[in-house]
């Protein structure tokens, strides 16, 4: 256990090949999230099916090391186009645009990425000591205990999602709606088909995935008219080395947002949060909070920091537990599935070669990703400024061959416009989307943990409160759901009996 | 921004309505070994249709404030959405590279006024370069029209 389990990961990951494919994942990841309309999730759905002939070991590497890259990618769209590609780069276009309009892309550039490795290390390097512990733990769980975690999983975008409550909500039910159309496993019985022959085969989440976040992503974009604008930037070597002597001066800010990030990451829905409270923190305990959203370098660094290390953390309860704690995580979840492994803690019993050659290519992808954004960025900054009318119809064939790849189906890539049209809609009216996705993922996981966990009680409801470990985590999920209730009656309460002192 | 809220919850009611009419069908009790099949689906559509309905009646309280979407807005929005449409009903009928090559040339040549010469290089060089990635790398398939089938494949 432990550092034996690293060094025969390293094993798997640092062979030629798989160094060669997590390259070529951090290169198309970080086009992939600067592309407009491409981010993580529906970037790693569209290539999901070209993995379905590698080994799963390259195959997780590849989509991991598409994810690095994207995170990476996002950062670049963020600061020199004020374009967040992601909800959790929102917070670092705040300072980081303003910087690459006063000429110091570089710098942002450089303090972006720097961050980003710092986070994401971080969480690695407590995601190889928590993993095996978590899923020796996992192992002794039962049917209502998964269902106590799926519970506590949805709770936490309703109770700290932040937004309309009952529309995260919304998205929530419609996601497993969607995950229940076609037939019941169980009962061999056909559900919200009506008929159509369709309809059977059901909703396939990268199709939703591909529609929502990319197609929906594009039309949301281009409102503003059929055009891209960025900053230039000039990316030399003395810039970078100039930055990091800069950066040790805000080693706190790392070590908060690093801890923000995997605290709120390892639960769904935590890196837009955790950066936004690692960029809010270190506004507060600033010297110069007035700098910031001028143009603060400390404002890249705390956001940035907190959301890779958040979206590595989103990594660990999909090994561990089959649950996974992002979008992007979600569909690497359904690529496991169709590569023939059972997500979840019998991975590190059954897979420990992939499981820990999976961890070890967390080290190498974001050391490869990091010196790759860093030599490349004027590269991957050109991608930009490829002319609107090119580079558009050239996303939407792109994700079209995604949505047509899952299946062999045509339907699916009119599903993908659909789902396009209802991405569009939701992100107006702040229907969140992840919540869905993960809803559509996890749909007959929970369902089937809910029927064996009613089984087992003969129908009784009381079984997610008598077993320990259930008892404790349904608690938590009640606690979370009811969060939108308790705190304004909590804040209403305080204000009008004690006026707080401090 | 009011119509829009109001109008999609209001949908979003309705579909969960069709939901739980299925699950009353498929029996939402307890049948001869666990829950029926519309046990799942039934509860979800009771949640879905209460939130719902509180979401219609707080956009219906709320005073109307800012458009979805304006005229200005959504002209670009259908300028990407209509040949995006138009793109995968051509595809039923001439596969996805001949559809992909000849929607990237009409919206070079519509949208960016590119010269003539890039637009026919990219209409052909796109699909092409899609062609070898998927069918020969990966031996993913793709729909195919009479073009593929004239070519041989």
Redesign the interface.
Known sequence: MGIEDLLLGFQVAVTPHNIVVAILGVGLGTIIGVLPGLGGANGVAILL??TF?MPPTSAIILLTSIYWGALFGGAITSILFNIPGEPWSVATTFDGYPLAQQGQGGQALTAAFTSSFVGAFFSIVLITFFAAPLAEIALKFGPPDFFAIQLLTFSSFVGLGGG?P??S??SI??G??LA?VGL?I??G?L??T?GVTDLMKGFDFIVAVIGLFG?GE??LS?????RFQGARTGMKLSVVFDTWKILPRYWRTFVRGSFIGFWMGFKPGGATPASFMSYAFAKRFSRNPERFGKGELEGVVAPETAAHAAGVAAMLPMITLGIPGSPTAAVMLGGLIIWGLQPGPMLFVEQREFVWGLIASMYTGNIIGVAMVLAFVPFFAAILRI????L???I??VC??GA??VH?A?ID??YM?LF??VG??FK??D?PLAPLVLALVLGDLA?NA???S??MSQ?SLEIFFTRPIAAVITGLAILFFALPVITPWWRSRRAGVAPPSA | MRAADLTTAVVLFLLAGVVLADALRLGIGWGTDGPKSGFFPFWLAVVGMVTCAVIAAQAARRRAKGTFVTREQARPVLKVLGPAAALVLAMQFVGLYVAAGVYIGLYMHWIGRHAWWLVALLSVAIPVITFVIFERWFLVPMPKGPLEDWLGY
């Open positions: 099916p070209l002939t309309n009952l529309k909500l919304v039910v419609f497993f709606m229940s019941d169980v009962t019985q559900r919200l009506f197609i594009i039309l281009v409102e503003e008219g059929l002319p609107f009318a090119i558009t119809p050239v939407v064939v079209a061959v047509y790849a062999n045509m890539i009119w416009l396009g049209v569009y809609v107006k009216l229907y369902e809910l029927r064996q009613l089984i129908g």
